[in-house]
């Protein structure tokens, strides 16, 4: 059975070495959602999930040493739950982004183009996969349709200031893919194959 979940996924780093992978998601089987993967500098990884259905989607594709279901509310890219509070400044397109627009949309978003674009991501984007394995042997792509970068980042977890905002890296260790080094917003379909 193939979902797919349509929206954005901004990845950022900051200062203090946290980084941050928010998925905002307007269409999906789970309904319309955010959530958002926290991998602190010391590599615990922690899953900000609004409910049980989507905290358990989202566990068996990804890895993570915590879960918490907590309210999580994306109004443009302000992102607050009660253990994060994020403000993103989201710039322009990026070079990739205007690349990205010129494919049609129906073909960025299918698995066939997903394992084309693959080889060229992993060389592009570091540490960037379109297709792959995910948890529970279940396979995911990623249909890109823009790019923008982010220009400016404010905010806490767990009540200790972010700093500033800073490469995502290294590459949070939630699956078999990151986000771009640099931080971003990239519009996406995500597939899943379970």
């Known amino acids: 059975m193939r979902s797919r979940f349509r929206g954005h996924i901004a990845g950022v780093g900051s200062t203090s070495g946290v980084r941050l992978v928010v998925g905002r998601w307007a269409e ?4 319309s959602f955010a959530d958002v993967m926290v991998e ?17 989607f989202v ?7 915590e879960v918490r279901i907590e309210d999580v509310t994306v109004d443009g890219w302000r992102v607050r739950s009660p253990s ?3 403000d993103l400044v989201v710039g322009g397109r990026t070079a990739l982004g205007r690349v990205l627009r010129l494919v049609p949309g129906r073909v960025a978003e299918s698995p066939g183009w997903c394992t084309v674009t ?3 991501a992993r060389v592009v984007l570091r540490g960037v996969r379109t297709r792959g394995t995910a948890g529970g042997d279940r396979r995911e792509w990623y ?10 980042m404010t905010g806490a977890f767990d009540g200790v200031d972010l700093g500033g905002l800073a490469p995502v890296t290294p590459a949070p260790r939630f ?6 080094p640099r931080p971003s917003v990239t519009t996406v379909v995500t597939t899943v194959r379970t």
């Open 84 to 86: 994060l509070s994020v």
């Open 118 to 120: 693959d080889p060229v």
């Open 28 to 31: 999906s089987p789970l309904g």
């Open 40 to 56: 602190t500098a010391a590599g615990h990884r922690v899953l900000l999930a609004p409910s049980d259905d989507v905290a358990e």
């Open 143 to 152: 249909g890109a349709t823009d790019h923008r970068r982010v220009t400016a």
């Open 175 to 180: 699956g078999f893919s990151s986000t771009p």
């Open 59 to 65: 566990r068996a594709t990804y890895t993570f040493d």
